[in-house]
């Protein structure tokens, strides 16, 4: 079983900066790729960003390209998301997702496990 926490969410305004931190813990020796979705009210969970757990490969999703960079810290097992230049279209739920198999994915099918999520607010 794999464990995850995120946090850093919060309330802020439009193009503020915020980081999103999440902490992965049990057998994470078995994680494949670390990835971040996010959930806006009434729409589906959405891809966000996916990065190889021990490594440098990454996909970014069109909407936050050039915007938001993620980030990992090995001897932490913890994976950050950097967002800048924040829009009121960013304002979701923001999920942290472990993959125990190969594949890149995605889609939310494709996630092995979740965290609670951390709630992300852009003020206009």
């Known amino acids: 079983q794999v464990q995850l926490v995120e946090s850093g969410g919060g309330l802020v305004q439009a193009g503020d900066s915020l980081r999103l931190s999440c902490a992965a813990s049990g057998r994470t020796s078995l994680i494949t790729h670390m990835a971040w979705f996010r959930q806006a009210p009434g729409k589906e969970r959405e891809f966000v960003v996916i990065?190889?757990?021990?490594?440098?490969?990454?996909i970014y999703a069109d909407s936050v390209k050039d915007r938001f960079t993620i980030s990992r810290s090995d001897a932490k097992n913890t994976v950050y998301l950097q967002m800048n230049s924040l829009k009121p279209d960013d304002t979701a739920v923001y999920y942290c997702g472990a993959r125990t198999r190969v594949g890149v994915p995605t889609t939310p099918a494709g996630i092995d496990y979740w965290g609670q999520g951390t709630h992300v607010t852009v003020s206009s």
């Open positions: 990065v190889r757990w021990r490594g440098v490969s990454t």
